[in-house]
């Protein structure tokens, strides 16, 4: 089975915190994605990486940037956490020529 | 249906119903889609996908029915049970080439709620 991995289920922050946000793939996938998730919004799409060291923009990355230094892992951080930044955030992986993503359970961060 | 805003749309169905979810896609040029299925508490799990050269796929007891002409998939499951209870969502790819294979756009999603 694969198995997406997020570091936390739950997380609570300040405002001005530097915040890492860790999801580690055991399939050897290449696309890793990183999604928010907040009421009638959806899935909406924040950074992706389609190899190791490369990443391109979603739809929403302001206030946030990633990292992708090894195939498995790849991290979200907000540099200084916003009130704003509360929600659900979803990683995700698929094979480079897949459509079909496999999600973590997700990480609900509170910036307080 | 799907639409924007903050409230989702709401299925409520009796145990042993058949369940329809629609929904509208924005883009004429996505040749793929998938329907996910998200419980309390969980990421988002694939139920089924279908590819824009067919317009029927069947799965067990879900059928997703794809609708070119007016850009609308649904999804149908058969005889539902409680344990579908869930929030349902639609995705097609973006399919702009380069890079962006492998990208999806997510609907806004349905609530299913099915009584016993």
């Known amino acids: 089975d694969v198995k997406v991995t997020q570091s936390s289920r739950y997380l609570v922050k300040r405002t001005g915190e530097k915040v890492f946000l860790e999801c580690v793939q055991d399939?050897?996938?290449?696309?890793m994605f990183w999604y928010r998730q907040d009421p009638g919004l959806g899935l909406r799409l924040i950074y992706f990486?389609?190899?190791?060291?490369?990443?391109e923009k979603g739809d929403i990355p302001e206030g946030y940037s990633v990292s992708r230094e090894k195939k498995e892992r790849f991290s979200l951080i907000l540099e200084s956490a916003s009130t704003n930044q509360t929600s659900m955030y979803l990683c995700?992986?698929?094979?480079?020529?897949?459509?079909?993503?496999?999600f973590g359970p997700g990480t609900r961060l509170t910036v307080t | 249906g799907e639409s924007v805003g903050l409230h989702l749309p709401t299925l409520s169905v009796q145990e042993g119903d058949n369940s329809i979810i629609n929904c509208a896609y924005s883009?004429?040029?996505?040749?793929?889609f998938i329907w996910y299925k998200q419980e309390s508490g969980k990421g988002p799990q694939f139920i089924i996908d279908?590819?824009?050269?067919?317009d029927k796929r069947q799965g067990q007891r879900v059928t997703v029915l794809l609708n070119k002409t007016v850009k609308h998939l649904s999804l149908q499951i058969a005889a539902t049970q409680p344990g579908d209870s869930a929030v349902y969502f639609c995705?097609?790819?973006?399919?702009?080439?380069?890079?962006?294979?492998?990208?999806?756009?997510f609907g806004q999603g349905t609530i299913l709620t099915v009584h016993p």
């Open positions: 995700a992986s698929s094979f480079q020529r897949s459509y079909e993503q496999y």
């Open positions: 399939m050897d996938h290449e696309n």
């Open positions: 990486s389609y190899d190791v060291k490369m990443k």
């Open positions: 883009n004429s040029a996505s040749d793929y």
């Open positions: 279908i590819r824009s050269n067919m």
């Open positions: 995705a097609e790819n973006v399919n702009a080439g380069g890079t962006s294979y492998g990208k999806l756009t």
